[in-house]
T-cell receptor
């Protein structure tokens, strides 16, 4: 149990375009979802926390207008990187937590390359 | 400042040995502690969680928690080359719905 999927697993796009990444909890209802970013050989960086039906809470230094997060249902959250630039190239990972557990489960990640 | 500290390593152990990974945290009120394993280029996967002082065993893995010393460790018995990965310690702050704070991870290398 506790499976989290992400789509796509990798994406290459041109500078200036927008990219949407989906995160789904497959076998549980995720009341809270988290979005992380990880640059090569660096640690996980929490970008934002989203609760179903409410606005995401962004970490300091993360531009909410650039990284749009929507958590419209208990099984789906999306991260849209708007007007992507090469410096946005990174490994984006979501994780999800159910309502009665404090354990977080991670999706497989999405590798974004902006040319 | 909420902090989770880990030695970045690399920690190198021979195959079959016990690998010992350590983590300290700053908030005495923390109640939940997690160990994740992350292979290069992959996302973290949960290995174990521990809430109570003492040891918790799951197969070759043992998590140890000492709240008085604010210290949590992970022991891997009979280490295998496939255990080579970065191990992330995570501590939940702010109650059962608080966020996880991750350490920077310890890179483990198990030599055949």
């Amino acid at each position: 149990g506790a499976v989290v999927s992400q789509h796509p697993s990798w994406v290459i796009c041109k500078s200036g375009t927008s990219v949407k990444i989906e995160c789904r909890s497959l076998d549980f209802q995720a009341t809270t979802m988290f979005w992380y970013r990880q640059f090569p050989k660096q640690s996980l960086m929490l970008m934002a926390t989203s609760n179903e039906g409410s606005k995401a809470t962004y970490e300091q230094g993360v531009e909410k207008d650039k990284f749009l997060i929507n958590h419209a249902s208990l099984t789906l959250s999306t991260l849209t990187v708007t007007s992507a630039h090469p410096e946005d190239s990174s490994f984006y990972i979501c994780s999800a937590r159910g309502p009665i557990t404090d354990t977080q489960y991670f999706g497989p990640g999405t590798r974004l390359t902006v040319l | 400042q909420k902090e989770v500290e880990q030695n970045s390593g690399p920690l190198s152990v021979p195959e079959g040995a016990i690998a010992s990974l350590n983590c300290t945290y700053s908030d005495r009120g923390s109640q939940s502690f997690f160990w994740y394993r992350q292979y290069s280029g992959k996302s973290p996967e949960l290995i174990m969680f521990i809430y109570s002082n003492g040891d918790k065993e799951d197969g070759r893995f043992t998590a140890q928690l000492n709240k008085a010393s604010q210290y949590v460790s992970l022991l891997i018995r009979d280490s295998q080359p496939s255990d080579s990965a970065t191990y992330l310690c995570a501590v939940r702050y702010g109650g059962s719905q608080g966020n996880l704070i991750f350490g920077k991870g310890t890179k483990l290398s198990v030599k055949p």
